[in-house]
DNA sequence: CATCAACTGACAGGTTTATGTCAGTTGATG
DNA sequence: CATCAACTGACATAAACCTGTCAGTTGATG
């Protein structure tokens, strides 16, 4: 399991859309240039958009994300999720077939409810197993929309629990890993958490309301 | 891979509906009746519905499959797999949505194109490895429709390559595993091809009629 | 209560996979 | 042509995983 966490871990430090070197990343992670150029080797077998120039370094080239959808917020929801997995996973034909029904669909319903539906970003990345962790999303899906404060026991990578009050923002999809970026109350600061970490999420009476610093717009990765 | 392989093989054995004892798959498949224990663990933690009742043996519990919609054929393929996908690995709530979405899409468009949309049937099993072979897929899915024949390289699980001629009849979805329903001009006989495991695929000029005996009607797994 | 077959835990051996080291090559750039 | 950093192949070692064996337990059924 080692090595999936440490190809995630790989993804977010290019998220940033700059420059990075081999040998900076492996210092970072703490093993060696070797290793990073096998794992570059997996990233990018596995769909990942990344490119390395020799001379350069490595550097994301594209991100994908999908426009909002004229549906309720949950079709909305389920067509962005199914249509970016196989718009990402499937063949060419297919990958077509899904951009096009995303836009019949967005033509066909004259609903007004562009609504809230930024909440969702995708990134699709297919690799990383299993459907783990999806159990909390309703939970962590409705606390968002309702502005609701979570109690999450969450394992660290280091398997260190911790139990702590959040204030969840927004999720973000990684080919079947759910991230849940958020405001943390015990650390103070935003903190990103991978869903399929998470043991128990606990919706709280307590509400919150943006304050400056502490929104979405504020979080810088 | 081996073990992967040795999944499929399981959920191809269950998939009769019959009963299975544990002992017999143990010696088909060549493995100690340990491993068929451990093995199905892994089966249901990966969502198969396999059930096994102690005394009496497994059983696959439901064998899941969303109707045809109305759409271009395209987009039904891209909208089924995608919603497919959606209602089986995510949580209750993008489940119920993405059924609701289907219906509405259904009710949306007044097409009258249910068409041969019986060539898709899904049990959608989130196991095994990432996207595979999706190469091959439009080849596929065009050939079955133009019911024209195709030359395909195989790898077998054995290691063992043949070229032969095939008409293909039918695809199914086993959770990130194509399988290709065809006959064999070969071996003269029904043959299933795991799209994965297929090197080449070469559209014919030649077109197939439906012939007594050879249609995928007559084909018992 | 005997039987059947699913199920569990522990352990040992074997195989596969992951990683680091080293000694290169390649392609772009100044 | 020197430099930078991506890239490759080979090999040894270490870690992880898979499997079989064994000695049980459990739950349903006749």
């Known amino acids: 399991m080692r090595r999936t966490d440490r190809l995630f871990d790989i993804i977010q430090i ?13 210092e970072t992670l703490e093993v060696s240039t070797r290793t990073i150029y096998r794992d570059m080797d997996t990233l990018v077998a596995s769909g990942v958009p990344v490119e390395g120039e020799r001379g350069v370094g490595y550097m994301i080239t594209e991100a994908i994300s999908l ?5 309720t917020v949950a ?9 970016a997995i196989v718009a990402e996973a499937a063949d060419p034909d297919l990958k077509a077939a899904a951009l096009s029904l995303t836009d019949k669909v967005d033509a066909v319903l004259p609903t007004k409810t562009i609504a809230d539906a930024d909440q969702w970003k995708f990134a699709v990345y297919p690799f990383a ?31 260190r629990v911790t139990t702590r009050t959040i204030r969840p923002l ?7 890993i759910w991230t849940l970026t958020s405001w943390c109350e015990l650390r103070n600061d935003f903190r990103v958490f991978r869903v399929d970490l998470i043991q128990t999420a606990e919706a709280l ?4 309301v943006d304050e ?3 929104t979405l717009a504020d979080y810088v990765p």
């Open 170 to 176: 927004h999720m973000e999809y990684w080919g079947r």
């Open 67 to 71: 426009p909002p959808l004229n549906l």
């Open 212 to 214: 400056p610093g502490k």
């Open 14 to 26: 290019l998220r940033d859309g700059k420059l990075h070197r081999a040998q900076d990343i492996a």
């Open 75 to 83: 079709e909305l929801e389920a067509l962005n999720l199914g249509m």
């Open 205 to 208: 009476p307590e509400l919150f």
């Open 129 to 159: 197993d299993a459907a783990r962790g999806f159990a909390h999303m309703p939970t962590l899906r409705a606390a968002i929309r309702a502005k609701q404060k979570l109690r999450l026991t969450y394992t660290s990578k280091e398997a």
